[in-house]
Nanobody, 123 residues
């Protein structure tokens, strides 16, 4: 069992910034990446970014490139998502996920999920 806890969500004005954090604990030895997904009301879950330590690189959705940076903290299995220049369309519940990922872009590849943190961007 792997436990994931997100934090850092909140309300921001358009153009503002937020830094989300994800801490993984438990049996994380099988996890090779931590990814971020988001789900807006009435929409399907959308890939945002993933950091893979098995490959030593990051992956970003085309829709968020330039405004999002995913980084790994000093502590193992801790990942942050820095979001700048936020827009109202970025409003969503943001989830972090991990597992023995075989496709970084697909939510079905992640076995463990956090409960999400709400991000709301006002115009």
């Amino acid at each position: 069992q792997v436990l994931l806890v997100e934090s850092g969500g909140g309300l921001v004005q358009a153009g503002g910034s937020l830094r989300l954090s994800c801490a993984a604990s438990g049996r994380t030895f099988s996890s090779i990446a931590i990814g971020w997904f988001r789900q807006a009301p009435g929409k399907e879950r959308e890939f945002v970014a993933t950091i893979s330590w098995s490959e030593g690189r990051e992956y970003y959705a085309d829709s968020v490139k330039g405004g999002v940076t995913i980084t790994r903290g000093n502590a193992k299995n801790m990942v942050s998502l820095q979001m700048n220049s936020l827009r109202p369309e970025d409003t969503a519940v943001y989830y972090c996920a991990t597992g023995a990922v075989y496709n970084y872009y697909s939510d079905t590849a992640y076995a463990y999920w956090g409960q999400g943190t709400q991000v709301a961007v006002s115009s």
